[in-house]
Each structure stands twice: as structure tokens, then as C-alpha cells.
């Protein structure tokens, strides 16, 4: 019994001179993981002003930010482990191992990060840019490692994977600050067309939110025995699109019905938002 006693005593104490030698070297790496994530933190406030001073895609912003103040925690890490006699070498080629196996089990994750980089970088859209992609369609909200957020207009959240919004057409209806309004009226044969022209014309001239240039397009796009399809395209700023089009729509028809004009239906050939 005492012998055993004395077994672990000596045991214990070896351990406990191994922890005093080691004492310093542990509150040493201590002391520079501490520094480390400090001087990530600043490194973070220092960026963001910066970026954002610039008018940086705020996409972009915060990806290179959470980019930045992770690489230098990492870096303070391995060398914390390096100071406590960590092989950092051997280190480095087992997390390179575990991120080859956990690269082929996660292909689809890697995907998703690789096509955050590809809309950071070529910026096919922002935050708060309207989209559209493989019927889903809204407010671009956050762009994230892996997903991107949209808000549709009755207040729904989509998350969709990057990897869709790279390898899919994507509809940025925001991109430009110009958009033309279509406006398409099958009509009966006999519609005098003469009228269609005053019509548009004179709604379009009334209403100051219709651009001059590029001046609107109006006129017979084609017939046949039944009906002569019109057309009225005219250009707003894309800020004004739907006030303009929900306006228009109701002026024309008041006018339809003023003037006798028949017509089998309106299509309108927008995207939807």
C-alpha cells in the first residue's frame, strides 16, 4: 500500500516539475493568443473604416474582414503552439490532411465558399440589388461564406447556396439605372391605330418620371386577320419602375374604354417583382 502510495507521489511530483518548467512557456503562449485575437480586433475596426470609406461592396467588406481576423488568430495560435514545443510542421500536414478528407466529404460546402469568392470578386450583384435566379427572386439582404440571403417583396426569406447563383443565370434587375417598361395590347383589327399613337403619346408626355432619352418606342409591332399587336415601351428610372407601370395601366385602360378601343388582352412583358 505505502508503495504504491509513493508511486503516484512521485508521479504526481514529476508532472508537477514538467508544468513549473513549463510554467513561462505556457503563460508566454497565453500571452500571445491574447495579443493575437486584440490585434485582430483592431485589425477589424482598422479595415472596416477603410473599406467602407472606399465604397467597398459590403459583400466583399465583411468576407475580407472575417478573412483577416481569423487568418491572424491562426497565425497567433501556431505560433503559441510553437513557443509550447508543438512540432508545427507535423501540425500543419495533419490539418492539411483532415482538410483533403473533409474537402472530398464537403465537396458541395467548398463549392458553396468558392462561388462566395466568385460574387465578392465579380460582383454580379450586391446588397440590396433585386435578383432573380431558378424562380426565386428579391432583395439581396447578406452574402455569406456559403449562402446568400434574399427578402421577397411580400416579406419572405430565401437562403439560397452560392453554388446556384454562379452556375445559374442570374437576373440583377437593379444593375442599371434605366429600365423600359413594356407595354404589349392585342387589339381588334379594326382599332384605329391613329388613336393608340395620341394615347400613348399624351400619357407618356404627362407623366415627368418618363425619360426623353432614350425616347419611348410606340407603334404596330404586327397583324394578322384578327388583331394588331401594339406596342408602348417607354424608359424610367428603375427606382420608379412599378409607380410608373401601376399608373400607366390604369390610365390606359380609362382611355381604352373612353375611346371604344377593343382589345382581347394586355400582356405585359416585365420581370416580376
Excluded at 482538410?99 to 462561388?115: C, H, R
Excluded at 421577397?152 to 440583377?172: A, E, H, Y
Aim: charged content about 20%; overall charge neutral.
Amino acid at each position: 500500500m505505502e508503495e504504491t502510495i509513493e508511486k503516484q507521489t512521485t508521479i504526481f511530483s514529476k508532472y508537477i516539475d514538467i508544468f513549473t518548467d513549463k510554467l513561462p512557456a505556457i503563460v508566454f503562449a497565453i500571452i500571445i493568443i491574447v495579443i493575437g485575437v486584440i490585434i485582430a480586433k483592431l485589425v477589424k475596426r482598422f479595415l472596416n473604416k477603410i473599406l467602407t470609406k472606399y465604397k467597398s461592396s459590403i459583400g466583399m467588406v465583411t468576407f475580407m474582414i472575417n478573412f483577416v481576423q481569423v487568418t491572424i488568430i491562426i497565425i497567433a495560435f501556431m505560433q503559441a503552439m510553437s513557443i509550447l514545443g508543438v512540432n508545427t510542421t507535423s501540425f500543419v500536414a495533419v490539418l492539411g490532411a483532415a482538410g483533403f478528407s473533409i474537402g472530398l466529404a464537403f465537396k458541395e460546402v467548398l463549392s458553396n465558399l468558392g462561388s462566395c469568392l466568385i460574387i465578392l470578386f465579380f460582383k454580379p450583384f450586391d446588397i440590396g440589388d433585386f435578383i432573380s435566379c431558378q424562380g426565386n427572386e428579391g432583395t439581396v439582404m447578406e452574402i455569406l461564406m456559403f449562402s446568400t440571403s434574399l427578402k421577397t417583396t411580400d416579406n419572405k426569406l430565401i437562403v439560397m447556396p452560392n453554388f446556384q447563383l454562379t452556375s445559374n443565370p442570374v437576373i440583377n434587375y437593379t444593375a442599371q439605372n434605366k429600365r423600359r417598361i413594356d407595354f404589349v395590347f392585342n387589339v381588334e383589327y379594326d382599332t384605329n391605330v391613329k388613336a393608340l399613337y395620341e394615347i400613348s403619346n399624351r400619357l407618356f408626355d404627362q407623366d415627368e418620371r418618363i425619360l426623353s432619352s432614350p425616347k419611348p418606342l410606340i407603334g404596330v409591332e404586327s397583324m394578322n386577320n384578327n388583331i394588331i399587336k401594339f406596342i408602348a415601351r417607354p424608359w424610367v428610372k428603375t427606382e420608379d419602375y412599378w409607380d410608373v407601370y401601376y399608373k400607366l395601366m390604369e390610365e390606359f385602360k380609362h382611355e381604352f374604354d373612353q375611346h371604344g378601343i377593343k382589345f382581347s388582352r394586355i400582356n405585359l412583358m416585365h420581370p416580376t417583382n
